[in-house]
């Protein structure tokens, strides 16, 4: 029944219209019982300009109804609408206003709707104003540049609606004043606006627009040019608390202020705490109002709904941002938190109510979903709760099925209709102080309640609720691989009592099995403690696949063995290869108690459908529901260890793996052993053999070489240390035992000085340029006062080389500053260096530093025993499923799992400490003592070289004489002028003559009396004054400057004074013990000696008072100094001794268990999954050892020297000494040999050696360079030959010329149509079409498709006939050309109007295009034809082919219009792997006879088949190495000599080789694809003729470009044989002929041009060797040479003939060529006159010397007498 209601009035109604839902008072019935209403003119006239039509409909079984707006009223029209300004800022003031659509008249008739909408259909404002100010827009669109479009709608009262656009440019604020700019602009704007009346839209808009903003600068992440992290969030949190002062009055209000919390908490990492609290209160309030605002009249479905999601939106980002919260600030108060949370919850509530206010029963469910969390509200009949399933799809939230209604308890309540709501969390929404459960995943709540809102309480069911929570970021668990029939037992350890046991089976088929667990043993069939059966299914997630173990059924903590076996009562069928992957989980179901305040387990069980990805919970209430879960990592039964091994066969894998890192372990502990005893040999202190017997004062050099690769140097190197007080004497820095100046190396030498040099300066190194590699890069030198234990660096990092670097000898060095050791190069460098020498623990062993107590024993052991623990921790936990659901972290580029962290971490937690505790002990663990009679072996102390006594090759004795005694005392006065900066009481000259010793030894007395007098008024003076005093020394005094000095630096000083005493007292023993050795009879005066005794004596008398008894002093100046200070001290440092033994016990401990286990895991896992993680495993390995542990050492050290700046120096140079010193009363250091100062090596090298040096060296690396060059060109152009020759074969000529043979038999012969058509059904037919099906008559080559013949024609009348001729020839046909040729298509018999398609014989009379037939051009003898035609295929079979030919006969296809015939197939002969494209041409001019050619090519399509072709393929990748090589030669010498470049020939010939080479590998590239092209074209259509031409082509062109590759390659062997002086002298002659030569070259062609066209005009109608102008310069080029056919000219014309042949003879042979050759020779004679030998042919003779020696063969040119040991 139909009933029509009008709205207009109010009238009773039938009874079948008293339905729910109608307003009765408000209706009229129009018609009834009629499924149709008409209505009339007079109708709407009476009833006003628009009404509302009703429409319902009943059935006996249902009920419908519908609106319809009847109006006659105009819509409005479209306005135009404006933003001023035109652009502006988030914060700018806009004005949108639109002209009226209609008159004043009309428009106060009708009431228009004014709404301005965002473009993202965010409401602005709706009124009837057409004006909207003032009003803030948010950030436009930056990829438009900022333009943000703005829509305004009209509508009227009835429905009609019209809308129309505006945009407006709408940028970034100006923060002028910083970033408190913004803040205190939002602040006033907003003060202001709520004081001017709570107008709150404009609050809305204005907060819009600044988050728009904030969101936008965080996701553009401009953090240093926009806003900082704080100001964001106190922005965020000033406009959470201004909005909170907002009242909602309407839904419209309500839908605003939800968008704009919306937008504010987007970003929930910038909200703070105190932030949140606001934004929940204020989202509970909003929610509130929806319900007061939901009973209005003016109830808007979308707008509510709109509402709740922008609202539900905003309470997932606090609730995330609130457990953020809670994860890392502990500080913030436990009833904060639960405020937060429970005013969240509320808030769904309300969403929840408001949302069901008015909902139909039955009707769709409403989800809301976020991308944290879900919402699902629904209103249901009772009756149709019964077994209700809660499942969102494309979701991964919660979900729920319910019992049946009488299990429930609701079927009594007295409400017919139940609301069902339902809310799921990514996260825990609950803050609980309890720790005990770990919730991770889904968090979901479900309740029931009535019409009121109230809720239902449901508890105490006698059926469970299954309630699945997926779990996203929580931990996956390891999988157990069992293969059935092998060994089938594996083991838990379960660590709780109190929760419940996941087994879950993986299979790769359906099978069945029983399950067998035993506590504490292996249970089998008949002993076992539980038993279940499973269906294990393939496809997962059933619950056939799940055994829970609930608390009940467990025996509690322990360890539970699981035995898996086939159920053959179920399925006889034996699956013994079968893998079952195993995975075990504990997990819990628990509910949020709200009375309580935490988490509950009771009533709730995990269910059977539990897995790795979700949980199952089935429970008897209803309320907030979790799950915890815990990993339970794969485990091992060590007591199944035989049965494992037994398997080793068929999984070897891992066993063979341990074994082999065993065997290596071994290897190399014995070379890190034997590396170890050379750096022992290293270690040690070298006592320089040059040092002065008296020199007692100390000093200890530390010489650092480079790591740069030559930086080792093997020549000899002298070194000077420069001080304020002196300067020592040139040292030798050598060691008799072991070579010095390695690559990298350490040498630490002592040095001894007659005086102390005071505070050094800079040092002077050279070497003498001598031995096979001189070249030395000094990194840095540390040089030590033993006697003060102060030490100054030298920051070196040169090199000393006549061709590297500077190009010096010879440098001086400076002292480096404090602030020069911070620099970063130096301290980057440092770190770096020791970083890898030490840090770095895998290439510390081969980098260590002999120093160094950690040795590369020990380190090889800690890197084996790290591995194999990583390995362990590696296959413990490897095999985990990934979840595609699971919920990835993102940072950037990289991307990672909550399992793959806390897999990390426990790896970390299980490998971390022990090895770290291993390493620390081998680091920190003292050197073991000495025991008595054993030798101590050198540790961090450093033995003396050389050994005492002395070899006698180093200190040869010499017998003691007055005149040494004087020598000595002579440079004892020498050196204390030096150093005592003293000007001597008499000449230096007058010391040198002087042969009297008591005068020499009176000098030196009247010295240290002078001394003495200006010490002591130097001492008196600083004991009057404690004050800072400035004192200016006599000229005898140690510095020369005054100095201002408080009483400490007095008395340092005075200690120092006292050392130049002391070095005095301990020479003059030296020289009273020499004295009394030689006594008084070698003295020519005996009163000599006495006096020079006593004189020696009273100088020492003088000493002794002068020298201060300081304790210290006498402390530094022990004959036997340590050189680590305090030797008690340095020996308390680190563990003892016999912690060695503990670090190699948990060595060989960890390493032992590791190994063994990860052996056990292998052989658990199968062969399969063993590779899978071997694999995996060496790739992480790699990569953390050259990547990241690499840019770990680089990043520190960066940090180090950038930020902290602090200089860390080596503690090489703190060595004690193993072995004796001399001391002052030894004699035998006295009796040794002297240093002779005037050998070469205490000189440094003269600037005119070091120029010859230089020189020579160029020169020999010149040589070098050439020999280089050519040996490197030999090879390239053996590469070049290889690729050449590889890309041909010999046997394409032969399959060439027998092809060919096979069908030209008669082919020459052919001058008609006729002609053709026999030869083709004869010799074509014949050898087309072999024996063997498919190939042709030779049955070695295979026919490729089938043959076709193409002819191409001409077009008719294409040519003029002369009109006195035209009656007797009608048509003429002009030769062949691309404008003549014919393309239209005809019937049978060339008929124009009559066209027989249907036949298959018809493509013949059709012309198809180049493209179309996949042709090529082909270049004939008359012309150039097209690659198009008129084609007929033979196919395949001889009849068909040979009813074809006699078809075309017949129908004449060959006719007076054709100017070419070509016949094309493709052979394939497998026997030599060769492609041979063969098209035979029959070509008229015209004339009407054929004129015949063949063209064949051979193409080898598939060049890599045997094996002798892989060495092709590296010949051309070598080439094209070798090509790159010179490209960057080349461009090299191209950006040095830019223009100048091209002028060279021989540049232009290499850039020529490049680019024919670049262009070769293109060509090569494209015949590849062009083959592979083809190759499939014929596998598609193998009946087809297969066109190669392009292929061919292509390859002919390779073959042009090899070939003139190998022309140039060639050519360019006469520029590398360049300085061969015969060779240069030819190209020196043809550069002074080249004038006369290039005029000789213009009169010879001008000659052969002239004759050339004379007898090509007068013999080229008759003769064919002068049939063209280029024939006829080819005949005359012969006629040079002497191949000439006489007889043919002196037959056709013996009298003009034999004038052109015996001029051309004359003038051409006898005058000019003789002429050309004579300036040749005239060059040649005075080049060999004014021939000077260049530079180069000196390399060479340089280059043949030094392959001579090489050889060991002698040179017979004798060498000038420029010193040979000087070139070295």
């Known amino acids: 029944m139909f009933s029509f209601l009008s709205d207009f009035q109010s009238a009773p109604l039938p009874p079948a219209c008293s339905l729910t839902g109608f307003r009765q008072n408000s209706l009229n019935l129009l018609q009834s019982n009629a499924s149709m209403l008409i209505m009339n003119s007079s109708f709407l006239q009476t009833h006003g300009e628009a009404f509302q039509i009703k429409v319902t409909a009943v059935t006996q079984r249902g009920y419908g109804e519908d609106t319809y707006l009847v109006s006659t009223v105009p819509p409005p029209q479209i306005p135009s609408c404006t933003v001023s300004p035109r652009q502006g800022s988030v914060l700018t003031t806009f004005t949108v206003s639109c002209s009226p659509p209609c008159s004043v008249d009309s428009c106060q008739s009708r009431q228009l709707t004014y709404c301005f909408y965002l473009n993202s259909n965010s409401l602005l404002h709706c009124g009837p104003d057409p004006e909207l100010f003032p009003v803030y827009l948010p950030l436009g669109e930056e990829e438009n540049n900022f333009i943000l479009h703005v829509t305004i709608t009209v509508s009227n009262n009835f429905g009609d609606t019209v809308q129309t656009n505006s945009s407006v440019k709408v940028g970034h604020t100006d923060m002028i004043d910083g970033n408190l700019t913004l803040q205190a602009i939002v602040s006033e704007k907003a003060n202001s606006i709520l004081k001017d009346g709570n107008n709150s839209m404009s609050l809305f808009q204005l907060f819009k627009s600044v988050t728009s903003v904030l969101n936008h600068e965080t996701q553009e992440e401009n953090f240093n040019i926009s806003l900082q992290t704080d100001t964001r969030k106190e922005l965020r949190g000033l406009m959470l608390t201004t909005l909170s002062a907002v009242n909602v009055t309407s839904v419209q209000t309500a839908l605003q202020m939800s968008e704009v919390l919306q937008e504010i908490t987007h970003r929930s990492e910038e909200l703070s705490a105190s932030a949140q609290v606001e934004a929940s209160n204020t989202l509970k309030d909003v929610s509130a109002s929806l319900l007061t605002v939901n009973t209005e009249d003016s109830r808007d479905d979308q707008k509510l709904k709109d509402a709740a999601t922008y609202l539900f939106n905003a309470v997932s980002n606090v609730l995330q941002a609130s457990v953020q919260t809670r994860a890392v600030n502990t500080s913030v108060p436990e009833a904060e938190q639960s405020s937060v949370s429970h005013q969240l919850l509320n808030t769904v509530e309300n969403l929840q109510s408001a949302l069901l206010f008015g909902k139909e029963p039955d009707d769709e469910p409403m989800v809301l979903t976020t991308h944290s969390a879900t919402m699902y509200i629904n209103r249901l009949q009772t009756e149709s709760l019964d077994g209700t399933a809660?499942?969102?799809?494309?979701?991964?939230?919660?979900?729920?099925?319910?019992?049946?209604?009488?299990?429930?308890?609701?079927?009594?309540?007295?409400?017919?209709?139940?609301?069902?709501?339902?809310?799921?969390?990514?996260?825990?929404?609950?803050?609980?102080?309890?720790?005990?459960?770990?919730?991770?995943?889904?968090?979901?709540?479900?309740?029931?309640?009535?019409?009121?809102?109230?809720?239902?309480?449901?508890?105490?069911?006698?059926?469970?609720?299954?309630?699945?929570?997926?779990r996203h970021s929580a931990t996956q668990e390891d999988r157990i691989l069992l293969n059935l029939g092998n060994f089938s037992t594996f083991q838990v350890n379960v660590t709780s009592e109190n929760t419940s046991i996941v087994i879950y089976l993986e299979c790769e088929q359906d099978v069945p099995l029983i399950l067998y667990l035993g506590y504490s043993y292996c249970p089998n069939e008949t002993d076992y403690d539980l038993k279940n059966h499973l269906f294990c299914k393939k496809t997962t997630g059933g619950e056939t696949n799940t055994w829970v173990l609930s608390p009940e059924l467990i025996f509690g903590e322990g360890t539970y063995y699981f035995t898996v076996l086939q159920d053959m009562g179920v399925d006889s069928t034996a699956h013994d290869r079968q893998t079952i992957a195993v995975t075990c989980f504990a997990s819990r179901c628990v509910f949020w108690d709200e009375h309580q305040g935490n988490w509950n387990s009771y009533g709730c069980?995990?269910?059977?459908?539990?897995?790795?990805?979700?949980?199952?919970?089935?429970?008897?209430?209803?309320?907030?529901?979790?799950?915890?879960?815990?990993?339970?990592?794969?485990?091992?039964?060590?007591?199944?260890?035989?049965?494992?091994?037994?398997?080793?066969?068929?999984?070897?894998?891992?066993?063979?793996?341990?074994?082999?890192?065993?065997?290596?372990?071994?290897?190399?502990?014995?070379?890190?052993?034997?590396?170890?005893?050379?750096?022992?040999?290293?270690?040690?202190?070298?006592?320089?053999?040059?040092?002065?017997?008296?020199?007692?004062?100390?000093?200890?050099?530390?010489?650092?070489?480079?790591?740069?690769?030559?930086?080792?140097?093997?020549?000899?190197?002298?070194?000077?240390?420069?001080?304020?007080?002196?300067?020592?004497?040139?040292?030798?820095?050598?060691?008799?035992?072991?070579?010095?100046?390695?690559?990298?190396?350490?040498?630490?030498?002592?040095?001894?000085?007659?005086?102390?040099?005071?505070?050094?300066?800079?040092?002077?190194?050279?070497?003498?340029?001598?031995?096979?590699?001189?070249?030395?890069?000094?990194?840095?030198?540390?040089?030590?006062?033993?006697?003060?234990?102060?030490?100054?660096?030298?920051?070196?990092?040169?090199?000393?080389?006549?061709?590297?670097?500077?190009?010096?000898?010879?440098?001086?060095?400076?002292?480096?500053?404090?602030?020069d050791m911070k620099q970063f190069s130096n301290l980057f460098f440092m770190k770096t260096s020791k970083g890898f020498q030490d840090g770095h623990i895998w290439y510390s062993v081969f980098s260590r530093s002999p120093r160094s107590s950690f040795t590369r024993a020990q380190r090889v052991s800690c890197c084996f025993s790290l591995l194999l623990c990583t390995m362990l921790t590696s296959i413990m936990f490897w095999g985990v499923p990934k979840d595609p659901a699971e919920q990835k972290m993102d940072l950037g580029k990289i991307e990672f799992t909550w399992q793959e962290v806390m897999?990390?971490?426990?790896?970390?937690?299980?490998?971390?400490?022990?090895?770290?505790?291993?390493?620390?002990?081998?680091?920190?663990?003292?050197?073991?003592?000495?025991?008595?009679?054993?030798?101590?072996?050198?540790?961090?102390?450093?033995?003396?070289?050389?050994?005492?006594?002395?070899?006698?090759?180093?200190?040869?004795?010499?017998?003691?004489?007055?005149?040494?005694?004087?020598?000595?005392?002579?440079?004892?006065?020498?050196?204390?002028?030096?150093?005592?900066?003293?000007?001597?009481?008499?000449?230096?000259?007058?010391l040198g003559k002087s042969t009297n010793i008591n005068t020499l030894l009176a000098l030196v007395e009247d010295i240290i009396c002078h001394q003495k007098r200006a010490g002591q008024e130097f001492y008196d003076e600083s004991k009057k004054k404690d004050d800072p005093i400035t004192v200016t020394l006599s000229a005898m005094d140690i510095p020369e400057k005054a100095r201002s000095l408080t009483p400490e630096k007095g008395m340092c000083e005075r200690l120092k004074y006292n050392d130049y005493n002391r070095c005095l007292y301990m020479q003059l023993q030296h020289v009273e013990m020499e004295l009394e050795l030689l006594g008084p009879h070698k003295f020519q005066m005996p009163q000599s000696y006495t006096q020079a005794v006593h004189q020696v004596q009273h100088m020492k008398n003088l000493l002794e008072n002068q020298i201060c008894s300081s304790a210290s002093i006498s402390e530094r100046w022990s004959l036997t100094p340590s050189f680590s200070g305090d030797g008690k001290k340095s020996s308390s440092k680190g563990l003892p001794w016999w912690f060695v033994f503990i670090a190699w016990f948990l060595v060989a401990a960890t390493s032992g268990v590791s190994g063994f286990f990860t052996m056990l895991y292998g052989l658990h896992y199968g062969k399969e999954n063993s590779i899978k993680w071997l694999?995996?495993?060496?790739?992480?390995?790699?990569?953390?050892?050259?990547?990241?542990?690499?840019?770990?050492?680089?990043?520190?050290?960066?940090?180090?020297?950038?930020?902290?700046?602090?200089?860390?120096?080596?503690?090489?140079?703190?060595?004690?000494?193993?072995?004796?010193?001399?001391?002052?009363?030894?004699?035998?250091?006295?009796?040794?040999?002297?240093?002779?100062?005037?050998?070469?090596?205490?000189?440094?090298?003269?600037?005119?050696?070091?120029?010859?040096?230089?020189?020579?060296?160029?020169?020999?690396?010149?040589?070098?360079?050439?020999?280089?060059?050519?040996?490197?060109?030999?090879?390239?152009?053996?590469?070049?030959?290889?690729?050449?020759?590889?890309?041909?074969?010999?046997?394409?000529?032969?399959?060439?010329?027998?092809?060919?043979?096979?069908?030209?038999?008669?082919?020459?012969?052919?001058?008609?149509?006729?002609?053709?058509?026999?030869?083709?059904?004869?010799?074509?037919?014949?050898?087309?079409?072999?024996?063997?099906?498919?190939?042709?008559?030779?049955?070695?080559?295979?026919?490729?498709?089938?043959?076709?013949?193409?002819?191409?024609?001409?077009?008719?009348?294409?040519?003029?006939?002369?009109?006195?001729?035209?009656?007797?020839?009608?048509?003429?046909?002009?030769?062949?050309?691309?404008?003549?040729?014919?393309?239209?298509?005809?019937?049978?018999?060339?008929?124009?109007?009559?066209?027989?398609?249907?036949?298959?014989?018809?493509?013949?009379?059709?012309?198809?295009?180049?493209?179309?037939?996949?042709?090529?051009?082909?270049?004939?003898?008359?012309?150039?034809?097209?690659?198009?035609?008129?084609?007929?295929?033979?196919?395949?079979?001889?009849?068909?082919?040979?009813?074809?030919?006699?078809?075309?006969?017949?129908?004449?296809?060959?006719?007076?219009?054709?100017?070419?015939?070509?016949?094309?197939?493709?052979?394939?002969?497998?026997?030599?792997?060769?492609?041979?494209?063969?098209?035979?041409?029959?070509?008229?001019?015209?004339?009407?006879?054929?004129?015949?050619?063949?063209?064949?090519?051979?193409?080898?399509?598939?060049?890599?088949?045997?094996?002798?072709?892989?060495?092709?393929?590296?010949?051309?990748?070598?080439?094209?190495?070798?090509?790159?090589?010179?490209?960057?030669?080349?461009?090299?010498?191209?950006?040095?000599?830019?223009?100048?470049?091209?002028?060279?020939?021989?540049?232009?010939?290499?850039?020529?080789?490049?680019?024919?080479?670049?262009?070769?590998?293109?060509?090569?590239?494209?015949?590849?694809?062009?083959?592979?092209r083809d190759i499939s074209y014929y596998q598609e259509h193998k009946e087809d003729c297969i066109s190669f031409n392009e292929t061919a082509r292509a390859d002919a062109v390779l073959g042009y470009l090899i070939a003139f590759l190998v022309l140039l390659s060639t050519v360019k062997l006469w520029h590398l044989l360049r300085l061969n002086p015969k060779l240069n002298m030819i190209t020196s002659t043809l550069r002074r002929a080249w004038g006369d030569i290039s005029g000789f070259i213009t009169v010879i062609a001008i000659m052969f041009l002239a004759y050339s066209i004379a007898t090509n005009l007068i013999f080229g109608w008759k003769l064919y060797s002068y049939k063209t102008l280029f024939d006829s310069a080819e005949t005359m080029v012969s006629l040079q040479l002497g191949i000439f056919n006489y007889e043919e000219i002196l037959d056709y014309n013996p009298i003009l003939g034999s004038f052109l042949i015996g001029s051309c003879i004359i003038f051409m042979t006898f005058v000019v060529l003789n002429l050309f050759i004579s300036v040749i020779l005239v060059a040649f004679s005075e080049e060999q006159k004014y021939y000077q030998a260049s530079e180069e042919e000196e390399i060479v003779d340089l280059m043949v010397m030094k392959l001579f020696s090489f050889f060991g063969i002698k040179c017979k040119k004798e060498e000038k007498p420029a010193s040979n040991d000087q070139l070295k």
């Open 390 to 470: 809660i499942n969102i799809s494309n979701s991964s939230s919660a979900s729920f099925v319910l019992p049946t209604a009488s299990s429930l308890s609701v079927s009594g309540i007295d409400d017919e209709t139940v609301d069902i709501r339902m809310v799921s969390f990514a996260m825990n929404p609950f803050f609980s102080s309890d720790t005990s459960f770990d919730i991770s995943g889904t968090v979901g709540g479900l309740s029931l309640t009535g019409l009121d809102g109230l809720i239902i309480p449901v508890s105490s069911l006698k059926e469970n609720i299954e309630i699945m929570l997926p």
């Open 605 to 819: 069980q995990v269910g059977p459908k539990t897995s790795p990805t979700s949980t199952q919970c089935l429970c008897n209430h209803l309320t907030f529901f979790g799950s915890s879960f815990f990993v339970i990592p794969n485990a091992i039964d060590v007591s199944k260890t035989a049965q494992l091994f037994g398997t080793f066969v068929d999984n070897p894998v891992v066993v063979t793996t341990v074994g082999c890192i065993f065997l290596i372990y071994v290897l190399v502990v014995v070379w890190a052993r034997r590396k170890d005893i050379q750096d022992d040999a290293k270690v040690k202190i070298t006592v320089l053999e040059d040092n002065d017997p008296f020199a007692q004062y100390r000093y200890l050099v530390t010489v650092f070489t480079g790591h740069r690769r030559g930086a080792a140097t093997t020549s000899k190197v002298t070194l000077t240390l420069y001080g304020l007080e002196g300067e020592s004497e040139p040292h030798h820095l050598t060691d008799p035992d072991t070579s010095v100046f390695e690559r990298g190396g350490v040498d630490v030498f002592l040095l001894c000085t007659l005086f102390p040099l005071g505070e050094l300066q800079s040092i002077r190194l050279w070497h003498d340029n001598s031995g096979d590699n001189p070249s030395w890069y000094v990194n840095r030198v540390v040089v030590q006062d033993l006697a003060w234990d102060q030490k100054w660096y030298f920051l070196c990092n040169s090199w000393l080389a006549i061709d590297i670097g500077e190009c010096v000898l010879d440098k001086v060095f400076p002292v480096a500053t404090e602030q």
């Open 903 to 990: 897999i990390g971490f426990e790896s970390s937690l299980l490998m971390f400490p022990i090895n770290l505790l291993i390493v620390q002990i081998f680091r920190n663990v003292r050197s073991r003592p000495a025991m008595q009679g054993r030798e101590k072996k050198p540790g961090k102390n450093g033995r003396v070289s050389p050994s005492l006594p002395p070899t006698p090759q180093v200190t040869q004795a010499i017998s003691l004489t007055p005149e040494a005694v004087m020598k000595d005392i002579r440079r004892i006065a020498n050196s204390l002028f030096k150093a005592l900066k003293t000007p001597s009481l008499t000449s230096v000259s007058d």
């Open 1175 to 1572: 694999i995996s495993m060496a790739i992480s390995f790699f990569e953390s050892l050259f990547i990241t542990q690499p840019l770990k050492v680089l990043g520190f050290a960066a940090f180090f020297a950038l930020v902290l700046k602090k200089v860390e120096h080596e503690d090489e140079e703190n060595m004690a000494i193993d072995g004796p010193l001399s001391a002052p009363g030894d004699s035998k250091p006295l009796l040794g040999a002297r240093r002779d100062s005037r050998s070469n090596i205490y000189q440094p090298p003269p600037a005119a050696d070091v120029e010859k040096m230089k020189i020579s060296c160029m020169k020999e690396q010149k040589a070098f360079a050439l020999i280089r060059e050519i040996l490197a060109y030999v090879g390239f152009l053996w590469m070049l030959l290889l690729v050449a020759y590889g890309q041909r074969d010999p046997n394409s000529y032969y399959l060439n010329k027998h092809i060919e043979s096979s069908f030209t038999d008669g082919f020459h012969d052919v001058y008609s149509y006729q002609d053709f058509f026999t030869w083709a059904k004869t010799t074509l037919l014949k050898n087309l079409y072999g024996s063997y099906t498919g190939f042709i008559t030779d049955g070695n080559s295979k026919l490729v498709g089938s043959a076709r013949i193409r002819q191409v024609r001409v077009k008719g009348d294409t040519c003029p006939v002369s009109p006195k001729l035209q009656r007797v020839i009608r048509e003429c046909h002009a030769p062949y050309s691309l404008q003549t040729e014919d393309t239209s298509d005809y019937g049978e018999h060339w008929n124009t109007s009559v066209f027989a398609n249907s036949s298959d014989l018809s493509s013949a009379w059709q012309y198809q295009s180049q493209s179309e037939l996949r042709g090529q051009p082909i270049w004939g003898k008359l012309a150039v034809y097209r690659g198009g035609g008129y084609v007929i295929h033979l196919g395949t079979d001889p009849n068909n082919a040979s009813r074809i030919l006699q078809y075309l006969f017949n129908n004449v296809w060959l006719d007076t219009f054709t100017r070419a015939v070509f016949v094309e197939f493709t052979v394939y002969n497998a026997n030599v792997n060769l492609f041979c494209i063969i098209s035979l041409m029959f070509e008229t001019n015209a004339l009407g006879a054929f004129f015949t050619s063949a063209e064949l090519q051979s193409v080898r399509l598939y060049p890599y088949t045997n094996s002798l072709h892989i060495f092709v393929v590296a010949a051309e990748v070598i080439y094209f190495l070798f090509i790159v090589y010179y490209m960057i030669v080349q461009g090299k010498l191209m950006k040095t000599l830019k223009w100048r470049y091209f002028h060279s020939k021989w540049n232009l010939l290499e850039t020529a080789i490049i680019l024919i080479s670049w262009s070769a590998l293109s060509v090569f590239v494209k015949r590849t694809i062009l083959g592979t």
